[in-house]
């Protein structure tokens, strides 16, 4: 049989009353349609299988990451109307402390006797509402880290269904030489005066703590700490006295 003969396949195929009929077949061809493309249809569906698997699973986690950014585009967007809702309430204030009348100096006044409040910068419309009790300060400690001074204590929130407050904190350290302010940098190199809005910021609507600290080492068996707190727009909230040892 000659190499041409190999390369196919002869069939004869018989019918009843039809006359016999000669077939030759390409190996090739017999390979392709028995092998190669059902190989290549089990590749596709294997594929096909994948893609929609893959489709289906990307949908689903679509479908949970969705209201996740939903819900924090909400939040945000609450955040945003707060801020808004505040910076117009205190642009309302700031307008009404700007139309009233000056404040009287301390000593006029009467209502700030202490001549430590001296050393803040008087401003227009400036109140004392210290009496509002907006605040109470609790649990006043004093310890010592590393020959610094730290004066721990908590602001503490008393406004009607503890509505949101903000405002600035100073704390002034008197011992046997001399005051120390908290925060340090606070005061103005040029006048020696501080204003109102370099203390350290907070807002709270429950209690706020607070650490003082401050690096000179201290003089004395005993300092006085005086906290005072003040509104975003100037006023005096709160202001209370403390003594405590330096010395156990």
Known sequence: MSDADLSKYSFLLYEKRNPPRYFEVQKSTLRLIFFILPLCFALLTGLTYYSLRKYFKIRHQDHQIVPSVVDQFNAERLSLQTEIKDLHALNQELQAKLAAPQMLPPSAEGALASNVFDIFTQIHGMKDLSNTNIFTIEDPEVIFIKDQLHFRFNIV???????????????????????????????????????????????????????????????????????????????????????KKLRS
């Open 157 to 243: 929130n008393q406004t009607k269904e503890n509505q949101k407050y903000s405002g600035h904190v100073f704390v002034i350290f008197k011992d046997e030489n001399a005051y120390h302010v908290y925060p340090s940098e606070s005061m103005s190199a040029d006048n020696f005066k501080i204003q109102f809005n370099q203390g350290e910021a907070f807002a709270t609507t429950r209690f706020r703590p607070v650490e003082a600290t401050f690096k000179v080492p201290p003089r004395g068996e005993q300092g006085v700490f005086n906290v005072f707190i003040f509104s975003r727009t100037g006023d005096l909230v709160h202001k209370q006295t403390f003594i």
